[in-house]
């Protein structure tokens, strides 16, 4: 019997939104951990899908609004776990590591910046597997434009519902802001989390890495 719950999130520690748009968005959150133990804990019968077929039917529905869920709550988990509770200076080996791939920092957030506004979901920073290097990917939806064997670093929501009690359509002032709220120590922490993958793990695929934690 599958029942998670919801992560907890220091949610005092964020500076320039209010309490009131955090916890809207974080009943959303909430909502998609819901939907993913009902989904979860649908037994397996085959009788129940005798009709399935990728037009409509019973198993399509469920499957689609399982990764919706699960990608849902994942991409939340990591959302407001990087802009809470902690170090708000850009530090350490993974500012150095985007700074020399991006030529320096403040292009890094420029660029960031850019494909927080091109989207109408996520903007996701991630390494992947096939270059180790780093990537800023854009998704409309929970569930499309997901990028299989790469790791997450910093995870940005852009849908309407993550700013728009405090910004309204000032989308580019909500992502400055979440970038003075991103917590350094938990997005090294990932980093490193990354580097010590591909030590442990067949997870590079091509390339050698080209970083070090220091």
């Known amino acids: 019997m599958y029942n998670l719950k919801p992560e907890v999130f220091d949610f005092k520690s964020v500076q320039g939104f ?7 968005h974080y009943k959303l959150y909430t909502g998609y951990v819901a939907k993913l133990n009902e989904i ?3 037994p397996f019968s085959t009788k129940e899908y005798q009709d399935s077929n990728p037009t409509f039917s019973k198993m399509r529905s469920i499957k689609l609004s399982e990764t919706y869920s699960l990608d849902g709550l994942k991409l939340h988990n990591l959302y407001f776990e990087n802009m809470t509770g902690g170090n708000k200076v850009p530090y350490g080996p993974l500012l150095n590591a985007i700074s020399t791939q991006f030529t320096s920092f403040d292009n890094f957030i420029s660029y960031f910046t850019d494909v927080g506004l091109s989207m109408r979901g996520w903007a996701i920073v991630a390494l992947d597997s096939i270059d180790n290097k780093f990537h800023v990917f854009g998704s409309d939806s929970h569930d499309k434009g997901a990028v299989w064997q790469c790791y ?8 309407e519902h993550a700013y728009f009690i405090d910004f309204g359509t000032d989308r580019k002032k909500y992502i400055n802001t979440f970038f003075h709220n991103l917590n350094w120590d938990i997005l090294n922490m990932r980093f490193k989390n990354y580097l010590s993958l591909l030590d442990t793990t067949r997870f590079r695929i091509v390339n050698k890495c080209p970083f070090k934690f220091v």
């Open 18 to 24: 209010s309490m009131k748009q955090l916890e809207e």
């Open 40 to 42: 979860w804990n649908i």
């Open 152 to 159: 997450p670093i910093i995870v940005l929501d852009v849908y």
